[in-house]
């Protein structure tokens, strides 16, 4: 934490209950517009997929038609892969996305599979996986990487949005980069305090802390190696040996 850091003014709570509503009302035009939205989302085309795509999953090649699991719709999540690194090279900001997507029963219940297509092999990826305790569907895209993300760069993370007529898969969605952020609660909870997520990149009143997000502080892992979701797996003494000799 920035020692010495900056505070807002300091009022009487009625100027303050003022300023909150004042505020408020940006708010609620914000849902509205977010309402609005997805309203048009669920209006896009879609764009018919090979539901054969190859998949590698737990008992070998699979298809993208499986992931599906029976359901009706699949969110699957483009992992990022540093091909032969270790676990502490690997991307820290799909770690960052993927372990917030815990109980996935919520979206069971209204007939949505959530799974993730690593585009890496499917040994090391999965080792990855089981050493950060994730318990959702795993995946390997790599043997349909670029037909699954055509038009598209292929490496970055993607989330996409797919839903089935029976043994056809079609394409609703897309997103990347931001996009992503969607998947994680901890920068929801952290724009609602008064320092904010702490990076530099953030407009900020002079004087509010920002060490995040610099050289020496990366958003998502320090300098001295590993993404933050791995630090408690390391100091209890998880294995992160991914087989790839580092």
Not at 62 to 88: K, S, V
Not at 177 to 190: A, T
Request: with cysteine; net charge negative; charged share 25%.
């Amino acid at each position: 934490m920035t020692e010495n850091p900056s505070y807002p003014p300091i009022v009487d709570r009625t100027t303050f209950q003022e300023e909150v509503d004042r505020l408020r009302a940006r708010e609620k035009e914000h849902t509205r517009q977010g309402d609005a939205i997805a309203a048009a989302r669920r209006r896009l085309p879609m764009v018919e997929v090979d539901p054969q795509l190859e998949l590698t999953g737990p008992d070998g090649p699979t298809t993208l038609l499986d992931a599906f699991e029976g359901r009706r719709q699949l969110i699957a999540y483009f992992f990022m892969w540093h091909r032969g690194h270790p676990a502490a090279e690997q991307c820290e900001g799909c770690t960052w996305c993927t372990t917030h997507v815990a109980e996935l029963s919520y979206l069971h219940s209204r007939d949505i599979t959530f799974a993730v297509f690593c585009q890496g092999p499917y040994d090391e990826s999965r080792r990855y996986r089981d050493f950060m305790g994730w318990t959702m569907p795993w995946y390997s895209a790599e043997p349909s990487t670029a037909e699954l993300l055509v038009g598209r760069t292929v490496g970055m993370m993607h989330l996409v949005c797919y839903v089935r007529d029976g043994d056809r898969v079609f394409e609703t969605y897309w997103t990347t980069r931001r996009g992503v952020e969607i998947m994680d609660n901890s920068y929801s909870l952290m724009d609602l305090t008064v320092y904010g997520r702490q990076e530099v990149q953030e407009e900020s009143p002079e004087g509010w802390p920002q060490p995040w997000g610099t050289d020496a502080r990366p958003d998502f892992h320090t300098i001295d190696g590993r993404p933050i979701a791995q630090w408690s797996r390391v100091e209890v003494g998880r294995p992160d040996d991914l087989g790839t000799g580092g």
